[in-house]
């Protein structure tokens, strides 16, 4: 769950993300005065050129720490066998 300032730190700048094209599976993204790729599968599938999308980056803590341990295991088993 997220608190209340990682919730206010979503979209905390009020430049718009815009499409701006698309390149084969991949989508241009229009942020202020850059642009930045997204895989065309992570947009819903209605969006087209000239949208302007909300994104929201949540760190997933579960996912971190399960990843952690398998590196860790393989590790292990690298380094002890």
Do not use: C, H, N, W
């Not at 084969?24 to 819903?44: H, K, N, Q, W």
């Amino acid at each position: 769950m997220q608190s209340k300032s990682e919730r206010s730190r979503i979209m905390p700048r009020r430049e718009l993300l815009v499409i701006d094209r698309f390149e084969e599976d991949m989508a241009v993204i229009e942020y202020g005065r850059r642009t930045f790729t997204l895989p065309r599968s992570l947009l819903p599938r209605s969006a087209k050129e000239g949208d302007v999308i909300k994104l929201a980056v949540v760190l997933d803590p579960e996912a971190t720490a399960r990843r952690k341990k398998e590196v860790r295991s393989l590790a292990d088993d690298v380094f002890e066998g």
